[in-house]
């Protein structure tokens, strides 16, 4: 999974990106236990989702291109009550795509997130077509707008 990741994203040579590590982890758990989201059939992970829910005032900063990912992340509060849910990642094994566990995974951690907040939207920075649309099955499913980050020139 962390070859996937690096393979997709590459992170370590942006640093507007988060790079996601144990420490990352833990803070999105504070933020929320359901942001992060894994499937594991019994020899390690297959699929693996991050989602952060945060306030509208950072979503639209990051939307206009005014912070990145990573400030997003770490300027997100702890322990407030948060109005939207950035779709951060979703990853699944070559050999388990298409059989829809990502997006089991992410409605999941969306439902168990609106259980405790308001949630007025969903929003995204697409690295791939496949990661695009994911994000909009999930507009359609959570039945939320969805707002896109476009690529920074």
Not at 30 to 44: C, D, K, M, W
Not at 80 to 90: D, F, H, Q, T, V
Request: glycine share 4%; net charge negative.
């Amino acid at each position: 999974m962390i070859q996937l990741a690096e393979d997709v994203f590459d992170a370590r040579h942006d640093p507007d990106q988060l790079d996601v590590n144990e420490e990352v982890i833990k803070r999105f758990q504070l933020i929320h236990p359901a942001s992060v989201g894994e499937y594991n059939e019994g020899e390690g992970p297959i699929a693996w989702v991050l989602v952060l829910p945060t306030t509208i005032l950072l979503m639209n900063q990051f939307i206009e291109g005014k912070i990145n990912e990573k400030q997003l992340f770490y300027q997100t509060p702890l322990q407030i009550p948060y109005e939207a849910i950035y779709l951060c990642s979703a990853m699944v094994l070559d050999e388990y795509r298409r059989q829809g566990i990502a997006k089991r995974l992410t409605l999941d951690a969306i439902n168990s997130i609106r259980k405790d907040h308001k949630i007025q939207c969903l929003f995204y920075w697409p690295f791939t077509k496949e990661g695009d649309l994911a994000a909009k099955s999930l507009e359609e499913a959570c039945e939320l707008p969805l707002l896109l980050r476009m690529a920074q020139p």
